[in-house]
C-alpha cells in the first residue's frame, strides 16, 4: 500500500512571521513513510528538532533508545555553542520540545506511531472511520535527560 499525501498545511503561531513556524513533514519518495512534528516554541530552536526528528523517522522507524540517543547527538552536533548568547545558553539547558507522529505501510498494514499530543484520523471518501492517539503511556527503561558536553 503506498500513502498518497492529498493536502498539506501548516499554520505559524504568527500569521504575519510564518518563517517562525516549527511544523516540519516529510513524505519518503516511495509513499512508504510519512512523519510530522510541531516544535514546541517555549523550547531551543524547536524548527531544527522537529525536522531533524522528521527526517530520522523517515530513515529508521524503529524508535527505541539508541533512535533517541543518537537523534540527540546528530542535533547537539548542530549547535555552535561559541557563536550562542547567555540567554540561547539557558534555552538550549532548558531543551528542545516536539511531537511526532508517523506512519508506515508495508503490504496493507499500516503501523502508526506518536509521541505527544500527535492525532493521526482515517476517513475515506469524505466518511470519518476512525482516529489514533495514545492509548497507553509507555516509558523507556533509561532516561533521555543527559547533560550535554560543550
Same mark, same amino acid.
Given at each position: ?34 512523519? =510530522? &512534528? ?6 531551543? $530552536?524547536?524548527? %531544527?528538532? !522537529?525536522?531533524? /526528528?522528521?527526517?530520522?523517522? *523517515? ?24 557563536? =550562542? &548568547? ?6 538550549? $539547558?532548558?531543551? %528542545?520540545? !516536539?511531537?511526532? /507522529?508517523?506512519?508506515?505501510? *508495508? ?44
Amino acid at each position: 500500500m503506498r500513502l498518497r499525501l492529498d493536502f498539506t498545511a501548516s499554520v505559524a503561531k504568527d500569521p504575519n512571521r510564518p518563517d517562525l513556524n516549527e511544523d516540519a513533514f516529510q513524505l519518503d519518495s516511495h509513499g512508504h513513510v510519512f512523519a =510530522l &512534528s510541531d516544535g514546541a516554541s517555549e523550547s531551543y $530552536d524547536s524548527k %531544527s528538532w !522537529a525536522k531533524m /526528528l522528521v527526517n530520522k523517522y *523517515i530513515e529508521n522507524q524503529n524508535f527505541d533508545y539508541e533512535w533517541v540517543e543518537q537523534t540527540q547527538r546528530d542535533y547537539v552536533s548542530t549547535v555552535d555553542f561559541q557563536s =550562542l &548568547s547567555w540567554s540561547k545558553q539557558l534555552a538550549f $539547558d532548558r531543551g %528542545s520540545f !516536539a511531537t511526532l /507522529l508517523g506512519m508506515s505501510t *508495508i503490504d496493507c498494514t499500516c503501523r502508526i506511531f506518536s509521541i505527544g499530543d500527535c492525532l493521526a484520523a482515517y476517513s475515506k471518501n469524505g466518511k470519518f472511520y476512525d482516529s489514533f492517539n495514545i492509548q497507553k503511556i509507555k516509558t523507556m527503561k533509561k532516561s533521555t535527560k543527559k547533560k550535554v558536553k560543550r
